[in-house]
T-cell receptor, first 111, second 114 residues
Framework: DAGVTQSPTHLIKTRGQQVTLRCSPKSGHDTVSWYQQALGQGPQFIFQYYEEEERQRGNFPDRFSGHQFPNYSSELNVNALLLGDSALYLC??????????FGQGTRLTVV | GNSVTQMEGPVTLSEEAFLTINCTYTATGYPSLFWYVQYPGEGLQLLLKATKADDKGSNKGFEATYRKETTSFHLEKGSVQVSDSAVYFCALSTNSNSGYALNFGKGTSLLVTP
């Protein structure tokens, strides 16, 4: 049983560009959450998707958007990249009322 | 708002020493509490959890008790191993209908030396 898989594992982008990160949830999971983990910090909740809709959102600007597909996979999009967006982006999947399983993350570097 | 405060690291211990990592929280409602572990170069793994006051979570020799009166969820292990070297995150969730959207502490780095 594959766990949560994220792609790509590493990415380098230039300020002002746009980026799309992808996540496939653990088999049987229908809820996907995204977190941003800056170096030396704990993960910060970005948003959560369930039934292809954004259900909760953390304190992130509208430059951060997402999507969930009918097969429950998800994308995180970030527009107009800033240097401060450099971080490890973690995807977590779950069923409602169960604990989250995390992927290994995508390391985004903005130069 | 909700927040988690962990003791600052790094924590360096000799193998077989006793470990305590302090965690306190502020939350509205009745949170569920978690400890996650992050090994170098990897994502987060759930270590243990507790969903109500006085519950004790345990796994792999680690324990933590949900103390509502002191708003704490301290992580303990009686005898650490080199393989326990990792970063440990305390976290809470207050909305069980949302699939556990988590608030994390800043993490505590643990290094265990032979």
């Amino acid at each position: 049983d594959a766990g949560v898989t994220q792609s790509p594992t590493h990415l380098i982008k230039t300020r002002g560009q746009q980026v799309t990160l992808r996540c496939s949830p653990k088999s049987g999971h229908d809820t996907v959450s995204w977190y941003q983990q800056a170096l030396g910090q704990g993960p910060q909740f970005i948003f959560q998707y369930y039934e292809e809709e954004e259900r909760q959102r953390g304190n992130f600007p509208d430059r951060f958007s997402g999507h969930q597909f009918p097969n429950y996979s998800s994308e995180l999009n970030v527009n107009a990249l800033l240097l401060g967006d450099s971080a490890l982006y973690l995807c977590a999947s779950s069923l409602v009322n169960t604990e989250a399983f995390f992927g290994q993350g995508t390391r985004l570097t903005v130069v | 708002g909700n927040s988690v405060t962990q003791m600052e690291g790094p924590v360096t211990l000799s193998e077989e020493a006793f470990l305590t990592i302090n965690c306190t929280y502020t939350a509205t409602g009745y949170p569920s509490l978690f400890w996650y572990v992050q090994y170098p170069g990897e994502g987060l793994q759930l270590l243990l959890k507790a969903t109500k006051a006085d519950d004790k979570g345990s796994n792999k020799g680690f324990e933590a008790t949900y103390r509502k009166e002191t708003t704490s969820f301290h992580l303990e292990k009686g005898s650490v191993q080199v393989s326990d070297s990792a970063v440990y995150f305390c976290a809470l969730s207050t909305n069980s209908n949302s699939g556990y959207a988590l608030n994390f502490g800043k993490g505590t780095s643990l290094l265990v030396t032979p």
